[in-house]
């Protein structure tokens, strides 16, 4: 673990590396090739990793060493390419950091960024379908039959709703196939659902969903939907008026 002064001089010079960078060119700069070198080293590691499981918890493990360095970036850069931090973001999408992976995104996509060529798809759509694919495992996740598990779970999944807005805007203009947006949109309403009294924002992305792919699986639970909110509005137009 760096000290705390290793880790203020690592973001403050990286934070002057990357603002007075070029935009659009490589990324430069001491820390950016100490960095560059341990990611290589890291991604090194990783491929001796046969367990999706375990890469995971090695990622959560190697990500720290990179915090500083991505937080000068993201603090004072003009927007040179930089496969580090765009390997961070997807780092942090794989393991659940979804605040984290997004605030870079937001830099990225700001900036138009690319991911390393590995990665093989663009930026936008790499948030959205990584980040539809982890919050829908989290909103899957089985809840004990508690009130306090199910307060936590409704929390979470405002949580995740809050996150998920926040990727639908920043991708809302970008080309993507639409089986993508689709999935982001099914993640979205799944989230809306979850959080308890947002039946009808769950319902329209769930529509969205299906009318962006038709075998987004979300058929049932629109129809399901549709009859809550049928239900509810009944009972609101059958209830007595005040003062009646």
Known sequence: MHSPARKHYQRVTAAKAAGTAEPGRPQTGEQYELHAAALWEARRTLKGIKSTEQKI????????????????????????????????????????????????????????????????????????????????????????????????????????????????????????????????????????????????EALEHLRRALELNDRVGVKKDIEKLERELKQQNAGTQGSPQNGA
């Open 57 to 200: 918890a090695k990622k959560r493990e190697l990500l720290p060493e990179f915090e500083s360095y991505v937080a000068g970036v993201l603090e004072a850069g003009s927007g040179a390419q930089d496969d580090v931090v765009m390997t961070v973001m997807i780092w942090r999408l794989d393991v659940g950091d979804l605040a984290g992976a997004l605030a870079i995104a937001e830099y990225a996509l700001r900036h138009g960024l690319d991911a390393p060529d590995r990665f093989e798809r663009d930026t936008a759509s790499i948030l959205a379908e990584q980040l539809a694919e982890e919050a829908i495992k989290q909103l899957e996740a089985p809840v004990q039959d508690t009130d306090d598990a199910r307060t936590a779970a409704a929390n979470q999944a405002a949580e995740l709703a809050m996150h998920l807005s926040r990727a639908e805007a920043l991708t809302r203009d970008a080309d993507m196939h639409d089986p993508v947006r689709a999935k982001l949109h099914k993640a979205l309403g799944y989230a809306q659902r979850a959080r308890g009294g947002h039946a009808a």
